[in-house]
């Protein structure tokens, strides 16, 4: 590289990016400098979010010996960032067949496998890796920890010897405390880090998830925002204007930032908000009817679901709605039903009629999933007890199971059980119970006031926390939970959940108080 590239390159690696820019678009470059140019002007590209531009010049060199092995990683690079896993797949096998020796290269292929939710091939890469230093043996261990091999990790984190101090494994090790419920040493990891790495933001979310699991609610909830710096949320609106601070206004518009249990979730709070005349809301467009419908039940008037484009001019103010709790007295948080599906399904009244969803399809969180054998081997031994399926996306392993082995698993195939979802609502109301792993379904089945007997792992989300009666203390009415006692083990909390349902098959009116 010459002296004119090589400042270039200087400049993008300082973040001058403006300035690195502008030198090389008045650049006069020969033909043999023309490979080197467009992968400069395709990493000037990506700094700036120039994605669909960036990349057309690093595919200018792929076929060029020196360049395609850092063109086709950033490619890789670019299309994780918009999600596109079809296509990541498939390219990460060009990328492969280079045959890299590059630790950084090596590093960032085992990075995508993880984002691909393939762990073992992650780890596979991650041990081609010779000197791996401390962020490489966080991420190592940070795979451990999503396959719920805590023991592991924090194995991979005490026996790397050089440096003990390093951010990354004291982050990944707050983590993995955290996944086996050990809050308060990580919140004292997480403070130190954040001593120590004060610009750092996204320690403060680990923090707020850290103290809300530990109900700690209003140190919590002032910091809780910080989840858009660690790009947990989304953020649909910008933070910096018009955002509502809980003074008095006359209308504001409350958003719904991630997954659709999520928005189940923090829609109970719309109801509590004060000091506002209107609330004007987004949610996924799955749940408008089944709010709508309640909205109408109680008379509420002073809260609309937007559905046209937004514009932030015609509202005094906005937040997300996670936000929400912030403005909100936990102690006076009601439990109510507050999605209301128009039609209950009618269903077999010679039955104990139970619905069930086993699963979820975060990949990062399959720890949370059910057994599904044991579940469902488990229900077929009570004659009186009907069993429907809830469970949304591929289930036909599960269905092939019980084909096999004789087992009746009630599927309504004329419901799109996971865009359909008032019909999946008009089921669950029709139902007795509902069993449920934490998921979609368990959210959704509470807010309807459904009986929720709820199969909670290790390393729960925070929100699932429950008092001593085992009964949800603050978001749900009818949800019951049996909690794991042993990580990776679900022998215990079936053997519960077992001697309940032999109470109920007896007397399908019998419940715990």
Not at 60 to 77: A, E, F, G, P, R
Not at 214 to 232: G, H, I, M, P, T
Not at 417 to 446: E, K, M, P
């Amino acid at each position: 590289m010459n002296k004119n590239l090589q400042l270039i390159f200087n400049l993008i690696s300082n973040n001058k990016i403006h300035e690195a820019n502008d030198l090389i678009e008045n650049y006069k470059f020969t033909l043999d400098e023309l490979n080197e140019v467009n992968f400069l002007k395709g990493v000037i590209n990506l700094n700036q979010k120039k994605y669909s531009k960036s990349i057309n010049f690093f595919k200018k060199n792929i076929n060029s010996k020196k360049l395609q092995i850092d063109s086709v990683n950033n490619i890789c690079l670019i299309l994780q960032k918009k999600n596109k896993k079809k296509i990541l797949s498939k390219l990460i096998n060009l990328l492969l067949s280079f045959k890299p020796k590059n630790n950084y290269i090596f590093f960032n292929i085992a990075i995508i496998y993880d984002f691909l939710g393939d762990f073992d091939k992650s780890l596979k890469i991650i041990n081609e890796i010779k000197d791996a230093n401390a962020e490489v043996i966080a991420f190592q261990a940070s795979i451990f920890r999503k396959k719920n091999l805590i023991t592991e990790a924090l194995k991979i984190i005490n026996n790397y010897k050089k440096d003990k101090g390093s951010y990354y494994l004291l982050k990944e090790k707050a983590s993995c405390l955290a996944y086996v419920e050990k809050f308060d040493e990580a919140l004292k990891i997480v403070n130190t880090l954040i001593q120590k790495y004060p610009e750092d933001k996204s320690l403060l979310f680990s923090k707020s998830t850290y103290l809300l699991a530990l109900e700690k609610y209003k140190s919590a909830v002032k910091l809780f925002d910080y989840r858009f710096e660690k790009n947990q949320s989304k953020e649909k609106f910008p933070l910096k204007k018009k955002l509502w601070n809980g003074e008095k206004n006359n209308k504001i518009l409350i958003w719904s930032e991630d997954g659709l249990g999520d928005h189940i979730l923090y829609l109970k709070l719309v109801e509590f908000v004060s000091n506002v005349n209107e609330k004007h809301l987004i949610i996924d467009k799955r749940l408008h009817h089944l709010y709508k419908n309640y909205l109408l039940k109680k008379k509420i008037t002073n809260i609309h679901i937007v559905n046209q484009k937004i514009n932030l001019n015609n509202y005094d103010s906005h937040i997300p709605a996670g936000s929400l709790m912030k403005f909100i007295d936990f102690n006076n948080l009601k439990k109510i039903s507050y999605l209301q599906p128009k039609k209950k399904m009618v269903l077999n009244d010679n039955f104990i009629n139970i619905g069930i969803a086993w699963k979820t399809l975060n990949k990062d969180q399959s720890f949370r999933s059910l057994p599904f054998a044991k579940i469902i081997n488990l229900l077929s031994n009570f004659s009186n007890i009907k069993i429907y399926n809830l469970q949304f996306g591929d289930i036909e392993d599960e269905k092939k199971f019980c084909r096999e082995n004789n087992i009746n698993l009630n599927i309504c195939n004329n419901i799109d059980y996971t865009n359909d979802i008032n019909r999946v609502a008009s089921l669950i109301s029709g139902l007795d119970f509902v069993i449920s792993s934490q998921n979609t379904v368990a959210h959704l089945s509470s807010a309807i006031g459904k009986k929720v007997l709820l199969l909670l792992p290790i390393g729960h989300r925070w929100y699932w926390n429950f008092n001593k009666k085992d009964k949800l203390d603050k978001w749900y009415k009818n949800t019951f939970v049996f909690k794991q006692n042993t990580i990776n083990s679900w022998e215990e909390t079936l053997d519960e959940l077992k001697n309940e349902l032999s109470e109920i098959s007896k007397n399908p009116s019998f419940y715990r108080i």
